[in-house]
């Protein structure tokens, strides 16, 4: 199967706004969302206490960033996003929450320059599963880690896979009993339909040792709960 192009996501996430500018129903697809959404956060305002520069990359309708202005308050904000009405309604929700610059760009993570050592915390929640090559995976893995300073961090929230067969079925099935208890079988198939057409999630384990190899010095995960893990790697303040 041909996987969506970009336009076809953006268009996607166009026509889904108000949803996602509410947790409970923008991630309700997610198992955990509000717990990894709070772990994340709390985890990057612990690592990077210091912190005066955040990019979110993703960042819809902007629940992360506001969540981590909650614990970090005026930040300089950079918001990243495929599509403009997402990054508008980002934009009205966070620019009151800041005292700090907002910056925003409509773009692909693959093709936006982010500089070297310009942010304190990267944010990336259900985005890096849209990569497809590895090639891709790498470069965007350490374009992350170049635009942090140091003792700066990279947080991760999405979709994974595993890399036994086995294993992969028996979560995919547990998802779909959390899918058909949220909602009803119908709603099971239509999330499963498009992970089939748009997503190349990696396995925990790949994007773990991927942040290593990119030089992130440590790397810990936070949660992990069927398909979906929380994890982030952290810069050495000695650079």
């Not at 969302?33 to 979110?56: C, E, G, R, S």
């Not at 950079?78 to 980002?90: E, F, G, I, K």
């Not at 590895?134 to 700066?152: Q, S």
């Not at 995960?221 to 303040?237: D, E, R, T």
């Amino acid at each position: 199967m041909s996987k969506s192009t970009p336009a076809q996501i953006r268009e996607r996430f166009d026509n889904d706004v108000e949803r996602f500018s509410n947790l409970e129903t923008g991630q309700s697809a997610t198992i955990d969302a509000p717990l990894v959404l709070d772990l994340i956060t709390q985890a990057a305002a612990t690592v990077t206490p210091h912190a005066t520069h955040l990019l979110d990359i993703g960042c819809g309708a902007g629940n992360y960033t506001l969540k981590m202005l909650g614990a970090r308050p005026n930040l300089h904000v950079t918001l990243v996003d495929l599509s403009a009405p997402m990054l508008q309604r980002a934009t009205e929700r966070v620019r009151p929450a800041t005292s700090g610059t907002l910056t925003r760009h409509q773009a692909d993570i693959r093709d936006l320059p982010l500089g070297v050592g310009q942010f304190d915390i990267i944010l990336a929640a259900a985005v890096f599963h849209h990569l497809r090559s590895e090639d891709e995976w790498e470069a965007v893995f350490a374009k992350c880690f170049h635009a942090l300073r140091p003792g700066g961090s990279l947080w991760i929230s999405d979709l994974v896979e595993h890399t036994t067969l086995a294993v992969q079925t028996l979560m995919r099935t547990r998802y779909g009993e959390y899918l058909v208890q949220l909602r009803d079988e119908a709603y099971r198939e239509h999330v499963f339909a498009y992970i089939e057409q748009e997503d190349t999630p990696r396995p925990l384990v790949f994007q773990m040792d991927l942040l290593r190899k990119v030089g992130f010095d440590t790397v810990e995960l936070l949660h992990k709960n069927s398909i979906f893990a929380a994890f982030g790697g952290i810069k050495n303040k000695v650079s």
